[in-house]
């Protein structure tokens, strides 16, 4: 039998980058059932496109917010969260591009 979890997130921190690199932000989020995931950039929520993607290891709780070419416009206030049925958390942390 399975211990039921709500969700918690761990080791979601302030990222600096250089501008034109590729981003990889991970999250490591524990839950059970396993929580449904959502990125979020100063409150509009963020989709797989030629942007953004997400990558999920569920297996190892951890889930990635990926920015293919960074710029300073994606400068800014990150937030995921994690929402099952016994509950919903989130956690925020700040990017900030930087010119090589």
Known sequence: ????LKPEIDSFRD???????????QAVIKG??????KWMK?????QKDERYDMEEDKRNC?????IKKLS???KGIYTVTAKNYL??????????????
Not at 1 to 4: D, P, R, V
Not at 15 to 25: F, K, N, P
């Open 1 to 4: 039998m399975s211990l039921l």
């Open 15 to 25: 990222h600096a980058e250089s501008i034109d690199e590729r981003v990889e932000w």
């Open 32 to 37: 059970n059932p396993k929580p449904d995931i």
């Open 42 to 46: 100063d409150d509009t929520e963020l």
């Open 62 to 66: 951890k889930y990635k917010l990926i």
């Open 72 to 74: 300073l416009e994606d």
């Open 87 to 100: 509950g919903e958390t989130s956690a925020q942390a700040t990017l900030t591009p930087h010119s090589k």
